[in-house]
């Protein structure tokens, strides 16, 4: 759907024609692949995927391979299936370019790669390629391109690919006509693509440029010169707009209005502006400090502070393993990130929760409890869309019960909305949409958890972050949350009622709140059974643990392999292995509630026995182990939490990056090592640096404040630089 | 020759015509000749060649008999060499087995030298009839382990068989430096995704190196020994032949799954070198 071409003025002989902007250089700000192995592929594509939180695309070769999965997604678009659950929507590959010199196609496999290198930008946001390419009869091509999702404008893609014949004059056909059609409908949602695009080249007796594309066609191109061919793409969806092709096509002609460079230089900006806010600099160790920005590019190209009707699902937009599906990963792994450098990010990831809040209710109330009981996994509607059931590769049919049973995320979903309004004091969120969810997950756990004979209430039957073990009664994280929760509920209706006692009356009257209920979830708080044992000073993690099997995981490494595969799935839940951190989790996230030297024992008598099953797991014993003052130990798991999806060894990575592990991993360097604790003064570091990290900077949000905290190596003050935050 | 061609080795033994179901079978399948190789000291007449081998003429229907002089694996190596083999088919061993011998001298040393695939057959599995249904192809995940995926794909392709391909999650194993490995999802963070995302992976991987069109694959995940699961899935499923990638090496502690699974499996084992 070509909008109109835009004329320049012809070249003047000998003006070169190169790529509208240059990648960085600095080895710490970019993802290089050099000589691609063609069996990688999927795992490349979505580590150098390009997004902006509206629109994600994965890092695909234009021209295709046999083990391409291009695929481009916008958040919020999903489809269903026949007999499946609802997955983000799939569009056709916008940036297919393929081309032929005289005949002889240019790809990968085809011919021979003098030099070839994907270049992911992380500071510029752009996916950068460079290629050398010599087809059978010699001829040699140099191949440029660029690649970008526009954090300035959500709804542009742009590519700009230039072509260099180094040894040959001839003909070379371009193919860069969008597949159609270019207008998709996934469920009930239309998507708009509108593309413009033209080739710009030296001037020519032949051929005057620039020449518009609209369909495949034929270039002469001389020996020496080089000829760019730019692309912009919008996209629309009737999410956005009731006339997405209308806006499409309008917005495709309007931004030919302004030159390519200029349109990459606005969304260059506005990346620097995220980095700016959110990057993490370490001296001392280039692999960490790559590692950290990636993970940061992740998960800024996840987010999108305009829309609240959107999350960032388990593989953020790089990729349809998982379904775009939203998990606790979202509010406990990634959340704060944004809340500390993002959090009009923040504030719309949590207000997706506000929105999905009636189908929380219904679940809830489908189980015959009161309040909200999030869904575990969730789409668009927040609805329930665990898959019930998975054929495993040994072919047993194994039930999933984490839909029914894994509870905890309404407490995750709740401290999420508190810690946001720690950091921000953001009362039109509170008293809109966060003390209501705090009322109605406190509601739920008023329900759930039941008076026993032995005067303490018991929550039984659920599943808690380690899932090898299901049904089981009184999970100690599950509790501890649950008890959080329920003092929190009743923190938020005392401040709610104390500051704004007129938006307090219209909130008691929305919830039909009892006057009585706080008071309530107090006490059952208090009786809520924890599983700790005063003597041994450890939590047992649920009922009955302490009397499982124990299994010395060290006598299987090295392994390949998760733990529940090489036991089996029968015995790993007869035995004290656990998948991630449960009881540990717990002392994350509620660090001042338990004394030093409970946190020690309880890290000590767990972290031995997790197999790490989870992505979400290293991370978090980095944290925890760095807190601790365990360094060794710290590093060894923030080595292994950074090569989730940087390592090549094992295609973690095919399905799209791992969100919630980059998230850890910054929350490993933040909370970690450089030990902050949120107080209501401020960030307060005790910092634990690796001794080969010489300087640890970082600049975080709090209060309306920015803060600038630079961690010199140990024995050196800590700086800490305070002023207003830019809104 | 352009014609396919299948060597056969006999001796005379009654272990040797353990592979004749084998190989005829084989040769049904592909098309191809099979060129009975019997290799003496001396030349002798058709008749007595075929007496010697415990053969009536019946039973070298479509085959074509060869007598050669010299060094049996030489002899059988060079035969393979010069009509361009597709397969050699032939027994472990004919002589009474060493306790933990896999191979007889000459298997040992064709295969080392073959320049195609050699298919084992283990004389006491005495089968009587055979027919290819299933395959099954145990892969470590490794992009080189997949260049055995090739004969094996065309066998079951026209054989009309199932391919059955299995990875087994072995403790004590780390993971494969090779680019483009895939193991079982180190991280199964929650496997009602994670499964059928990784399935899907595996051979699709699979399918870069060969095409799958028109096979019918399955992929199994195994977990332990690897020889013990091979040997293991091979009788739950009625395994007609094992494709088994070898790199070569076989001293020591070289090619332990090769050598175990060669012994044990009840079914007959294709050693591709890759």
Redesign the interface.
Known sequence: MPGRSRLNSPRSAGQSVELPATPTTEPEWVLVEENT????E?ELESLFAIGNGYVGSRGSLAEGS??S?PATFVAGVFETAPGSVPGLATIPDWSHLSMAVEGHPVRLEAGTNLEHRRILDLRQGILWREWRYQDAAGRVSRVRGLRLASMADRHLLIQSVTLSPENYSGSVSVNAVLPEPTTWRAAGTIIAVAAAQHIEGPASPSTEFPVLVAGPLALDVELGKTYRLDRLVAIHTSRDTDQPVAVAREHAERVQETDVATLIEQHRQAWLDRWQACDIRIDGDPAAQRALRFAAYHLLSAANPEDERVSIG?RALTGS???G?V?WDTEIFMLPFFTLTYPEAARALLMYRFHTLPAARAKAAHLGYRGALYAW?SADTGEDV??P???????EV?R?R?GALEQHISADIAYGVWSYWRATSDERFLLDAGAEILIETARFWASRAQPEEDGRYHIRGVIGPDEYHECVDDNAYTNGMARWNLETGDAVTRLVAGRWPEQWRALVGRLALDPDEPGRWLALARDLYTGFDERTGLFEQFQGYFDLEDIDLA????????M???L?RERIQRSKVIKQPDVVMLFYLLWDCFPPEVRAANFRYYEPRCG??????PAIHALIAARLGDGTLAQRYFRQAME?DLA?????A??GI?AA?LGGLWQAAVFGFAGLSLTDAGPEPHPNLPLHWRVLSLRLQWQGQQHDITLPAQGSPAELRTKEAKR | MSEPIIIVPLDGSEHALAVLPVAKALSEIGGATLHILHVAEGKSPPLALLERMGLAPADVRRSAVHARIGNPAAAILDAARETNARLIVMCTHTAPAREAQTLGGTAFAVLKGAPCPVVLVHPEHRLGTWHLHRLLLPHDGTPVTSAALRPAAELALRAGAELVVLHVAAAGAAAPAEQGSVTPPYYLDQPQHEWPAWASEFIERLACVCSLSGLRVSLVLGRGSPAAEIVRVAAERSTDLIILAWRGKWAGKHAATLKAVVREASCPTMVVRV
């Open positions: 192995v063609l069996t990688r999927h046999p083990l999965a388990a393993a998982y379904k599906h998990f996994e665990t898959p059931f998975v054929i495993a590769p040994d072919g194994v999933i984490a006598t299987f490494e090295p392994r390949s392999a998760p529940d595969v090489l089996g790490h099953g989870s992505s979400l797991s989730i090549d060894n094992m295609g973690n095919a399905g791992h592990a």
